[in-house]
């Protein structure tokens, strides 16, 4: 649920769609995939029962971009930002609230030659 309207958000988002087209990817990028490309992977959604019984959830989702170039990989994490940090909306009939991301890793990897970047976000989600 969460994941798919992450996604969503993203692909919606004219600066990210400009620089990944459809390149977002749930819980990891395939073998193959072009880059810059962007997965999304949802962790420790718990229920929240002070909202919608069983429904409401929370917890945190992480975003990692994938780039040939550090400049890439930066442009790319910062259009994202511009799109999530803060965002409270309503994407493919799921309500979520977003809070402000916190990067977590910026690294290069020799073996692929890539350039990563990851943020996670804590957010709550619910079915509409």
């Not at 930002?81 to 493919?92: K, T, Y």
Request: net charge negative; hydrophobic share 40%.
């Amino acid at each position: 649920m969460i994941t798919k309207a992450f996604i969503q958000k993203l692909l919606a988002t004219p600066t990210v769609n400009s620089l990944v087209e459809d390149r977002v990817q749930p819980n990891i990028i395939k073998a193959g995939t072009h880059y810059p490309a962007v997965y999304v992977f949802t962790d420790r959604m718990t229920k929240l029962g002070c909202y919608g019984p069983g429904e409401t959830r929370m917890g945190i989702v992480e975003i990692g971009v994938f780039a040939e170039s550090y400049g890439q990989a930066y442009n790319l994490m910062k259009a994202i930002r511009e799109a999530l940090d803060d965002f409270s909306g309503i994407v493919n009939n799921v309500g979520i609230t977003i809070m402000r991301g916190e990067e977590v890793a910026d690294q290069f990897d020799e073996k692929s030659e890539t350039h990563i970047k990851v943020i996670e976000y804590e957010a709550i989600a619910e079915p509409k």
